[in-house]
């Protein structure tokens, strides 16, 4: 497939584009809710509403990619059970402005990730909650596709391209996915990456556990599975997607300090801003500072190059840290104060990185 990484003007700045994000999240959730009580009823999806909203979410996404990188990433207490679709959903058309997909592309990606789980709900529950799937339960259990695929099928206004990407999005590079065993270029390359994006917010949010993993974990065995489970091109170009250090990854620089990835730098994703919240000592800041690494290797270059600076100063990110062991940093917290700026946001964010 033809990829351009220069198909859309560099994104507007995450903090322009927050407030409509935010709302048109909230919209989706709340879509997503109708959906899933539809489908259970038995009643029509209302496809022109889910249609609408993610060509809203796929504009957003093209004006700036980090605002909703932030809603995928960080997990409020406000947390369905649907919202996987929804996260999945964000990082796949993330990963098609990466790549340069057209906007109808776009859009089916959009769709089909969001609605790829419908057929769930006619999978008995106690099949979907089990941690680990005798064979009978696990065959069970993978009829969700054609289920969904039915179940979208059965709408007139449908896009059968959408429902192509649901029908083949558990299929696997080497042939071992289902439900028909397809494997290389037999699956449709929508559909291959909406298995990339399923795979990797699933292993960041492990069912039943309360907080995210470090995307370093996920996209390790994301990698290990490159050329494997998935096509390896694709693999690669959704790791510099969303980057090593998705927006919204707590942190540890090299000089001990703690804090929260607020923005990628797009063109070195290995020098994103971050808000530091810790200093070295793993003591709260009386004040949150942002630093962009960025800048700050620049200035450091400037530095070395005139002998007023050893290159082992340039700070650096040392590692991701697992959401939780710093109990004291509230990535939320973070996000509204970065995002939102003014209105009290950074008082009450020390306030509550004070608690």
């Known amino acids: 497939m033809a990829i351009s990484h220069k198909a859309y003007p560099p994104p507007q700045p995450a903090r322009r584009e927050a407030s409509n994000a935010r709302k048109l999240h909230g919209q989706i959730l709340q879509g997503m809710g109708q959906v899933m ?3 259970a009823s038995n ?8 249609n609408r909203v993610v060509e809203d979410l796929v504009d957003s996404v ?22 996987h679709s929804v996260r999945a959903s964000i990082w796949a058309v993330l990963f098609g402005r990466h790549i340069g997909l057209g906007r109808r592309e776009l859009l089916q990606l959009g769709v089909a990730t969001l609605l790829k789980d419908v057929g769930k709900l006619a999978i008995p529950a106690e099949v979907l909650q089990m941690k680990q799937r005798d064979p009978r339960s696990e065959l069970e259990y993978r009829k969700f596709v054609l289920h969904s695929a039915n179940m979208l099928a059965a709408d007139v206004q449908m896009d059968p391209q959408v429902i192509n990407i649901v029908r083949c999005h558990r299929e696997r590079h080497d042939g071992s996915g289902y ?22 917010d699933e292993a960041t949010n492990p ?22 489970a998935y096509q390896e091109q694709l693999v690669v170009e ?6 090593l250090y998705p927006t919204g990854t707590q942190v540890e620089l090299s000089n001990g300090e703690v804090g ?26 009386n004040k949150p500072r942002l630093l962009d690494l960025a800048e700050t290797e620049d200035r450091a270059k400037k530095l070395i190059e005139r002998g ?32 939102f700026k003014g209105n009290g946001q950074l008082s009450r964010l020390i306030s509550r990185l004070a608690k």
């Open 43 to 50: 009643r029509p999806l209302p496809v022109q509403q889910v």
């Open 238 to 243: 959704f790791i510099q997607a969303i980057g």
């Open 308 to 339: 007023k600076m050893r290159a082992q100063a340039q700070v650096s990110i040392l590692r991701d840290i697992e959401p939780g062991a710093y109990p004291q940093v509230d990535t939320a917290a973070v996000r509204d104060t970065y995002l």
């Open 62 to 83: 093209l004006r700036s990619p980090d605002a909703f990188a932030w809603l995928a990433r960080v997990r409020d207490k406000d947390e369905h059970t649907y919202s």
């Open 179 to 200: 439900p028909k065993g397809l494997r290389g270029d037999k699956i449709p390359v929508l559909a291959r990456m909406c298995g990339i994006v399923t795979f990797y």
């Open 207 to 228: 069912r039943g556990v309360s907080e995210p993993i470090a995307p370093s974990r996920a996209v390790a065995g994301l990698y290990d599975l490159r050329g494997i």
């Open 260 to 285: 929260v990835v607020v923005e990628q730098t797009y063109d070195r994703r290995l020098r994103p801003k971050v808000m530091i919240v810790l200093d070295e000592n793993k003591r709260q800041l």
């Open 37 to 39: 009580g539809l489908v």
